[in-house]
């Protein structure tokens, strides 16, 4: 065999290994994301497990997605308040990648008339601007 032969022996081998390679890599990946509201300087940080399907919200356990697309991705955690007696509420989310916005709202298990302004503000949806970050 010649130099060249072996060349584009070893060029074909290295290309099948990294085709077969690369996609194992990323799917495996979990991407980090920076979302915070148009004119605030405070962000909420949200990380997604493509490879399980799998999306947490600052603090909290990461948790399975209720709906995965390749353009949405909706799931909710359980908010855990000791002060709160009614109703066990949710923070129900969705997470838009072709615009890079997080909307997110909180659902209570059972209906509850809110009794206050400020009640009635918690139940609104918050839109955020997401930025991957590494």
Same mark, same amino acid.
């Given at each position: 065999?010649?130099?060249? $032969?072996?060349?584009? !022996?070893?060029?074909?081998?290295?290309?099948? &290994?990294?085709?077969?390679?690369?996609?194992? $890599? $990323?799917? @495996? @990946?979990?991407?980090?994301?920076? $979302?915070?509201?148009?004119?605030?300087?405070?962000?909420?940080?949200? =990380?997604?497990? *493509? =490879?399980?399907?799998? !999306?947490?919200?600052?603090?909290?356990?990461?948790?399975?997605?209720?709906?995965?697309?390749?353009? &949405? &991705?909706? *799931?909710?955690?359980?908010? &855990?308040?000791?002060?709160?007696?009614? @109703?066990?509420?949710?923070?129900?989310?969705?997470?838009?990648?072709?615009?890079?916005?997080?909307?997110?709202?909180?659902?209570?298990?059972?209906? !509850?008339?809110?009794?206050?302004?400020?009640? *009635?503000?918690?139940?609104?949806? !918050?839109?955020?601007?997401?930025?991957?970050?590494?």
């Amino acid at each position: 065999m010649t130099f060249g $032969c072996l060349r584009g !022996v070893n060029l074909r081998l290295l290309s099948v &290994i990294f085709t077969a390679l690369v996609p194992m $890599c $990323c799917l @495996a @990946a979990t991407s980090h994301f920076s $979302c915070g509201e148009p004119q605030k300087k405070e962000s909420d940080n949200v =990380s997604i497990d *493509w =490879s399980d399907q799998k !999306v947490s919200f600052q603090n909290y356990e990461s948790v399975k997605a209720s709906f995965w697309s390749n353009n &949405i &991705i909706q *799931w909710t955690h359980p908010i &855990i308040s000791k002060g709160y007696q009614r @109703a066990q509420r949710n923070l129900s989310f969705q997470m838009n990648l072709t615009d890079m916005t997080l909307m997110y709202s909180i659902l209570d298990s059972e209906q !509850v008339l809110p009794e206050s302004n400020e009640d *009635w503000a918690l139940f609104l949806p !918050v839109y955020m601007q997401c930025k991957e970050f590494y």
